[in-house]
């Protein structure tokens, strides 16, 4: 491997995405330390606790079964900004667009962005466009930055895990990643469509019901639910134990994911969450979520447990346990 | 001209820009009427009143003598807070970078974004980091999000220039593009170099010394000190008058105009800003700007007139009289 150039594994999310981070650029930009990152920043503008995120989105093809480039950036930035607790109020949109796009597609791409915006209850309040020479950029990136308030005092941190709590799943994993791959090689699954949507909502009953009890709150998007859980138990400094038979798999993403010979667990989601959650209350809080239309399955897959920092163990279904890694490479470049 | 098809005109701040942002972008995404676009969108966060921009940076060559497509999107993200009167706090950055690309590249433009940022007294405190497949992107896009805070309750828009106030321009134009024009044509024009700047401490000092006094701050990026008087026209329906001997250009920037047959009141600037002031605060706020170092050459170019909504008038050189039009198609594309 050459050390010297930037490769598609360093947009992951994985084992090479955390090393540019924690080596390069977060070290450069903020001058923060390693695993520092969260979801978006808390900021303090007088008495207001605010959230501040950005997402970059390449996603090929800008269309796809269940949503939009458009869509994907409003979605992505509201949950960034849900995952830290905070509502979401408003995003900014810059469009880097291809000399020759249609507008016809820009148009459905926009009004897809608009209704994301509006059920999501956010506002697009700023923007840019720039559009450069045919073949620079391909068709259309989007990048949204979002701004929410903490409405309340909970810590709700990648760092807050304990031992004894639960960790609870939203819904079945993969189908985004999985979704945007078929449409890419234009293999046709019924029934097969992204879950991108804005969780904001289901993140609001869940801090209705367990407020205080929730300790973190993580969308598994790139690098999935096990680069995800691994994150978790490297900044909480905890092992994590999870039970396979409680992962959620459709069908579709579980035979996709078996002709490719793919793992639906480092899969991207974008309308999933994880939370850590006190053990007293996560029975109540799985029943809560399943009464949302986007937490119906809802599923306690497994425990934080003390042991070696930063490790996340799996009871396999045929009974084994085997060790979790963070996805190492790049398993699908251009999914979000 | 194809209408169904997105051109590099379309990106250019000019007309065609004007056009494609009335008809659909802004209209779909925020539902605002046309001619509503401030640099940055104002927002209220409890008691603390917040400015909110975002800009996208695809400036080639990424390097160029005056800095980097780092700094620049430091600098042009912090502008456009501080055109609203807001003081710059907060930054994020998300970067989409080329397969391939250097990392030792990367590196330096990190840097310069990094100390950038430090000198205009700004946090970059979330970002996001993309990597798409070679040819897909052209070496590296840069879009820069901020939040700053009104610590006043100045109004100072678009829409406030009244007749009889005084046009300021705080330095020479057409620095910025035409150094990236000679960078990318390979033309060694020596002393020429961007003007790429961060302009914060400028207005904070121009606020000190005339605060209810500046009715407009607006910096003449895409589309140059022209397109951007001409937005002013038309959003405080008034005429402007200029003097064209009073419009300060440098001798490198007006060779390279005469050779290309360029207008340098169209060719984008990045640390210059335009200012309508109240007539009475005009001559002390000018000298108030000489004495900082952004604003050693700021001059008085010209006057609001009661008259036409949206027109641009400048008394030539020569003693003429010529109607000044917004930027229409693309004079130069990726200059930001």
Known sequence: MNDDLILLGHGSGGTLSHRLLDDLIVSTLSGHGPGEQNDAALLAAGETRLAFTTDGYVVDPPLFPGGTIGSLAVHGTVNDLAMMGARPLWLSCALIIEEGFSRATLAEILSDMRQAADLA???????????????????????????????????????????????????????????????????????????????????????????????????????????????????????????????PVTPQVRGVCDILGLDPLYVANEGKLLAVVAPEAAEALVTCMRRHPLGQQAAIIGTVEQGEAGRVRMKTVVGGMRVVEMLAGEQLPRIC
């Not at 989007?142 to 960790?167: C, F, K, M, Y």
């Not at 799943?169 to 945007?180: F, T």
């Not at 709150?217 to 409680?246: N, Y």
């Open 121 to 247: 209850g956010v506002r697009i309040v700023t923007g840019d466009t720039k559009v450069v020479p045919r073949g620079k950029v391909d068709r259309i990136f989007i990048t949204t930055s979002g701004v929410g308030v903490l409405e309340h005092d909970l810590a709700i941190h990648g760092a807050n895990a304990r031992p004894g709590d639960r960790i609870i799943l939203s819904g079945s994993m993969g189908d985004h990643g999985i979704a945007i791959m078929a449409a890419r090689e234009g293999l046709p699954v019924a029934g097969l469509a992204s879950d991108s949507a804005a969780l904001w909502s289901l993140v609001e009953a869940m801090l209705g019901q367990a407020g205080p009890a929730i300790r973190v709150l993580r969308d598994p998007t790139r690098g999935g639910v096990g680069t995800t859980l691994k994150e978790i138990a490297g900044q909480s400094g905890v092992t994590l134990q999870l039970d396979e038979q409680q992962l």
